[in-house]
């Protein structure tokens, strides 16, 4: 099953274009310049994490600034809220996010950093199959919403790591 | 499932799900558990500082089997 998924899944990721609408209420919009020109993506630093960046995009269902063309999860990840995915930098090393904001108080439930393990297995594996808010179907090329997913109570961070495993 | 993932990524000499360097002669020296928890942290202080509303929230790290191993380290460094 893993092998049919796992290419639909990282395609449709990279092309889902999709706007809809839901009642959420997302984080306070960070202030920062386009990044590359893409008004979607803007790359975060810290003062104190100079060998850090994190570059983030929103993603719909709702999102008060780039509404028109902020691009949704929902179609291929039923039950998607909105949220952010995007990359941490550390030099040449990328690590890749999903973030969802919660079903119920996004302003008010818990933040989860949710990591699987291995070392080697992907978070997406807890996204796509565990606690996220969407499963992948038995057909392998499609997914159902996941009533039971953690972002039902909590905002949930979804976080690839290590980028290489082979020396933990 | 995990041996699949593992297999798929030692073949094509690629990073952990979506995460990927850019290095091709980078053989893992750099990371580690260790190495990984000072990320974790440096992510969770860039997030906080782009979203401020979510400091308040309380925050949990959680995860499964080596998971286990990742998720204590990051609270260490704070």
């Known amino acids: 099953?893993?092998?049919?998924?796992?290419?639909?899944?990282?395609?449709?990721?990279?092309?889902?274009?999709?706007?809809?609408?839901?009642?959420?209420?997302?984080?306070?919009?960070?202030?920062?310049?386009?990044?590359?020109?893409?008004?979607?993506?803007?790359?975060?630093?810290h003062e104190s994490h100079p060998d850090h960046s994190l570059t983030i995009q929103a993603h719909g269902p709702k999102n008060p600034t780039i509404k028109s063309d902020a691009p949704s999860l929902s179609d291929i990840c039923p039950g998607a809220t909105s949220g952010y995915t995007g990359y941490l930098n550390h030099g040449d090393k990328h690590f890749y996010f999903a973030y969802f904001e919660s079903r119920s108080k996004p302003a008010e439930d818990p933040l989860v950093l949710w990591l699987n393990g291995g070392p080697g297995c992907s978070s997406m594996t807890g996204l796509f199959m565990e606690l996220g808010p969407c499963t992948v179907n038995e057909d392998g090329e499609s997914a159902r919403e996941n009533p039971n997913s953690w972002i039902s109570a909590a905002n949930v961070f979804f976080l690839d790591q290590p980028v290489r495993y082979s020396n933990v | 499932?995990?041996?699949?993932?593992?297999?798929?990524?030692?073949?094509?000499?690629?990073?952990?799900?979506?995460?990927?360097?850019?290095?091709?002669?980078?053989?893992?020296?750099?990371?580690?558990?260790?190495?990984?928890?000072?990320?974790?942290?440096?992510?969770?202080?860039?997030?906080?500082?782009?979203?401020?509303?979510?400091?308040?929230?309380?925050?949990?790290?959680?995860?499964?089997?080596?998971?286990?191993?990742?998720?204590?380290?990051?609270s260490s460094l704070s």
């Not at chain 1, 099953?1 to 960070?30: D, F």
């Not at chain 2, 850019?22 to 992510?43: C, K, L, P, Q, V």
């Open chain 1, 1 to 45: 099953m893993i092998k049919i998924i796992w290419p639909a899944i990282v395609g449709t990721l990279a092309t889902c274009l999709t706007l809809s609408s839901a009642a959420q209420t997302p984080l306070t919009e960070p202030t920062f310049d386009g990044f590359g020109g893409n008004p979607n993506i803007r790359t975060l630093t």
């Open chain 2, 1 to 74: 499932m995990c041996e699949y993932f593992v297999k798929i990524n030692l073949l094509k000499q690629i990073g952990v799900g979506f995460s990927y360097h850019t290095n091709r002669s980078f053989h893992g020296g750099e990371g580690g558990t260790f190495a990984a928890s000072e990320d974790i942290y440096a992510f969770m202080r860039l997030w906080y500082k782009a979203f401020p509303d979510s400091r308040s929230l309380p925050f949990s790290i959680a995860g499964e089997s080596y998971g286990g191993q990742l998720s204590p380290l990051p």
